[in-house]
Structures are given as structure tokens and as C-alpha cells.
């Protein structure tokens, strides 16, 4: 994958947030999304890294919770092929959400990018920075590295990070319920 690590992750914590807070199904299972405080620790769990997981203030969630939705339609624009359209809302987020790069410097005296929100606060801070991250994936021509499963009774979003950029399924789980239900077609 041509993306560096941190915009990795920002697309990794899109993906997940989408997983888990839009309703749906996951492999044929329906989605039960979170309230009160479960909602905040979804969040936070969707924004684990390295086994760090951040302390998620209520109104920080919400804040969050309140792009995941559109955060989904890119990943459905993707998935479609149609780049105008995922431009189109990733552009809106980034007005939404108040997104200004920053430079941050590493230990090794070399400085990397980094996006701030209109606040630095929890919420519009991870706001902006999953929109900034969608920005990065599209503006380097990796939209279709966003993906929505393929597999039947299943919505649920991926990021692919496989070399020559494949994948079809959210896991190893629907892909497996895949090969199995090819199986048995080919049995009859
Ligand atoms: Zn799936």
C-alpha cells in the first residue's frame, strides 16, 4: 500500500467506525449500534492502536458518531467507482469538520503530517483527521482501496491493503462463507 502508516490508520479507524456504528448487516448478522455510554466505548475501541485505547468523553463521540455516516458513503462511492461522488462528500467533510494540516516533528528531527480539527478537542480532532485521511486515499488516486463487501447479506466496509489491491470481502469470515456457498453451487 502506498499510503504511510498514518493515514493507514485513520483509514483503518474510518472502516471501523463504519462497521460498527451503521446499521447493516455483518455476514448476515444485523447491526446493533451502541447508545449512551457502550456508543462511547465503541468508539474508543474503534480507535485503538498499538492496545492504546483513548478515553472517549460522551460529546466527543457524538461529534465523531456525526460523520460516520457520510464517512460510509465515500466508502459507498468507492466501492461504485465513482470518484466524483466520493470527492464531492469527502470535500464536504473536510469543510464540516474544520480539517488544517499541521507538521508535527518526529524524534529523528524529520517532521510528518498531521491534521487538526477546528478544535483540538477529542471529537473534532478524530472528525477531521478521518476526513483528512479519506482526502489523502483519494488525492493519491487509492480510492479503490475502499472498499464494501461483496458478499451476500453482508454491508459492512474494508480498506485494502493486499499488494495488488483484491480484496472483495470485509474478513476472512464472509470470504470463507463465500468459498463455502461456490462450493456447494458446484456440488448440485
Ligand atoms: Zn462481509
Keep these: 500500500m502506498r499510503f504511510d502508516s498514518h493515514i493507514e490508520r485513520l483509514l483503518t ?37 498499538d492496545g492504546r485505547t483513548p478515553s472517549v468523553p460522551s460529546a466527543g463521540a457524538q461529534v465523531v458518531v456525526g460523520i460516520v455516516p457520510d464517512v460510509r458513503r465515500v466508502f459507498e462511492a468507492a466501492s461504485d467507482g465513482d470518484i466524483t461522488r466520493a470527492a464531492q462528500l469527502t470535500n464536504d467533510l473536510l469543510g464540516r469538520t474544520g480539517a488544517r494540516p499541521q507538521l508535527n516533528p518526529d524524534p529523528d528531527g524529520t517532521w510528518h503530517l498531521h491534521f487538526h480539527g477546528a478544535s483540538n478537542h477529542f471529537g473534532p ?25 461483496s458478499a451476500d447479506r453482508c454491508d459492512r466496509v474494508y480498506v485494502d491493503s493486499s499488494r495488488n489491491g483484491t480484496r472483495q470481502f470485509c474478513s476472512t469470515r464472509c470470504q470463507n462463507r463465500m468459498k463455502a456457498a461456490a462450493h456447494r453451487a458446484r456440488q448440485k
Design 13 to 49: 479507524a474510518s472502516s471501523r467506525l463504519v462497521n460498527r456504528l451503521t446499521p447493516g448487516l455483518d455476514g448476515g448478522r444485523p447491526i446493533v449500534v451502541p447508545t449512551g455510554t457502550a456508543l462511547s466505548a465503541a468508539v474508543g475501541e474503534a480507535l485503538t492502536f
Design 125 to 149: 480532532g478524530w472528525a477531521a483527521g478521518l476526513a483528512a485521511g479519506l482526502t489523502m486515499a483519494l488525492g493519491v488516486d487509492e480510492i479503490g482501496r475502499l472498499g464494501v463487501c
